[in-house]
């Protein structure tokens, strides 16, 4: 019976590791790494990557999270294939992985938009995107 799990154990394991080699040598695009200046470590950034068709309309093509070290929230988005996209992100101050508003409807939570664009009421997606080409790209975004 040990000898039975054992194997089971060893064989998914090797499984999972070649899946994980798979993943990380696998390489359909580029990657967009953001920093973003936060005025307090609690809490944590929360990041979505957006097209044309999904920006301000539905989930991120990638969603991402970060701690916040030292004032600091850094992620990287991988795998990005050329085109044009747009970065939207809130500081999550409360864990509750939404952005919480007053009644009015106003945000209770900072947030930032790429190209830093700050208006009333939400982004537009002429203002926020921006191109992705071959190369990494690197972008700090205020809040």
């Known amino acids: 019976m040990k000898t039975i799990i054992l194997s089971i154990t060893l064989t998914l394991s090797a499984f999972f590791a070649y899946a994980q080699t798979d993943a ?6 580029t990657t967009i790494t953001v920093t973003v ?6 809490g944590e950034v929360l990041f979505g990557l957006y ?16 701690d916040i070290i030292d004032g600091m929230a850094t992620v ?6 050329p085109g044009m996209y747009a970065i939207t ?6 864990g509750n992985q939404q952005m919480d508003f007053d ?8 947030y930032g938009v790429s190209n830093n664009i700050m208006s009333y009421g939400p982004p537009h997606w ?10 990494p790209l690197s972008m700090e975004i205020r809040m």
């Open 24 to 29: 990380e040598t696998t390489n359909l695009g």
């Open 37 to 42: 200046p936060v005025q307090t470590n609690e």
């Open 51 to 66: 097209d044309e068709a999904t920006f301000m309309k539905t989930a991120p093509i990638q969603g991402l999270q970060s």
């Open 76 to 81: 990287t988005f991988t795998n990005i294939t």
């Open 89 to 94: 992100l809130f500081h999550d101050k409360n």
């Open 103 to 110: 009644l009015n409807g106003m945000p209770q939570e900072r």
């Open 126 to 135: 002429n203002d926020a995107k921006f191109e992705v080409a071959n190369e």
